[in-house]
C-alpha cells in the first residue's frame, strides 16, 4: 500500500504528525494549550498548540480551527488529544509555521511563500485572494526560469506560450504537467476583481494548486534527489574500485613474497 500521501500532511492522526521545525516525520506530539475566542458575533475559533515530542526539538506550532477538535470526557470536560478519525488538517484553516515542509526548500522561496498564501487563504475561503496568489506564484516560477514571454501587441506576458517555454526547458518533466497548467490561462489574467473568479470555486483552487505543487516538485525536486543518488552510488563504486585495488596490491606482495 502507498503510505506518500501522508508525508505531505500536517497531522497523520490524533498522536502522530509531520514536524514542520526538526524537518522528522511521523513522530508522537503533544496538545499542550488550548484556547478559543469570538470570531464573529455568532462563530467560535478554536485554537490549539502542539508541541514536537521528538528529542531535541520540542518546538510548539499554533492551529486554528471553527471546530472543537479534542475528545470529549464525560468526567473532565474535553482532554487534551484530537479526536481519533478526524481529518484534522482538513478541519484546520491556519497553522503556524505553515505546511512549509510539505515544498521542499529546493523549490524558489518567492514561489513557495505564494502557494502557502494561497493555501491558507483557500482553507479560510478568500477564494479572490487565493486565485491571486496562485496566478502570482507562477508568475514569479516562470519569471525565475526566465520563460516569460510576452505578447508583442500587449506588452504583457502570454500564458500559454509562457508555459510551453517552460515545458521546452524542463524536458524531462512530463509534459502532461505543463499541459494542464496551461489550462489553468484564467489564473494568470491580468483582472483580478471579484467578477473574475467566479468559476474557481474551494475544490477547484485546491486541484490548481496541488497541480502546481506536484509541478514543482518534479522540477526542482526530483532532479536533485536524482543527482544525490547517482553522486552515492559514485562513492560506493569508487569505494569497492579502491578496496578492489588494495586487496589486489596485497596479493601481489605476497606473491613477490
Known amino acids: 500500500m502507498d503510505l506518500s500521501h501522508l508525508d505531505k500532511k500536517y497531522f497523520i492522526d ?6 514542520p521545525f526538526c524537518k522528522r516525520n511521523n513522530v508522537s506530539y503533544a496538545l499542550i ?3 478559543s475566542f469570538h470570531w464573529g458575533e455568532n462563530k467560535t475559533c478554536y485554537g490549539y ?8 526539538c520540542e518546538k510548539t506550532s499554533m492551529h486554528l480551527s471553527f471546530q472543537e477538535l479534542r475528545v470529549y470526557s464525560r468526567h473532565s470536560g474535553h482532554s487534551n ?20 515542509f510539505v515544498l521542499d526548500n529546493r ?22 485572494g487565493a486565485s491571486a496568489c496562485l496566478r502570482k506564484a507562477i508568475y514569479e516560477m516562470l519569471e525565475h526560469e526566465k520563460s516569460i514571454v510576452k505578447n508583442p501587441k500587449t506588452g504583457y506576458a502570454d500564458y500559454q506560450a509562457s508555459i510551453k517555454s517552460l515545458k521546452e526547458k524542463f524536458t524531462n518533466v512530463a509534459s ?19 467578477g473574475s473568479w467566479e468559476a474557481w470555486d474551494s475544490p477547484k483552487l485546491r486541484f490548481i494548486i496541488e497541480l502546481t505543487k506536484a509541478t514543482l516538485h518534479e522540477m526542482y525536486v526530483v532532479p536533485e534527489e536524482r543527482k544525490e543518488r547517482l553522486g552515492l552510488l559514485g562513492q560506493m563504486k569508487s569505494a569497492f574500485s579502491n578496496s578492489k585495488n588494495q586487496t589486489e596490491n596485497i596479493e601481489e606482495k605476497e606473491d613477490v613474497k
Not at 504537467?177 to 476583481?193: K, R, W, Y
Request: glycine share 4%; with cysteine; proline share 3%.
Open 49 to 56: 498548540i502542539v508541541r514536537c515530542d521528538s528529542n531535541g
Open 14 to 19: 490524533a498522536h502522530i504528525y509531520n514536524c
Open 81 to 100: 488529544r484530537f479526536m481519533d478519525g478526524l481529518d484534522i488538517d482538513a478541519a484546520l484553516f491556519f497553522s503556524q509555521p505553515t505546511s512549509y
Open 176 to 194: 502532461e504537467l505543463f499541459d494542464a497548467l496551461g489550462h489553468t490561462q484564467e489564473m494568470a489574467s491580468d483582472n483580478v476583481h471579484e
Open 107 to 128: 523549490i524558489p522561496e518567492k514561489v513557495r511563500e505564494l502557494i502557502y498564501e494561497a493555501e491558507n487563504s483557500r482553507k479560510s475561503n478568500y477564494l479572490v
Open 33 to 35: 494549550d488550548t484556547f
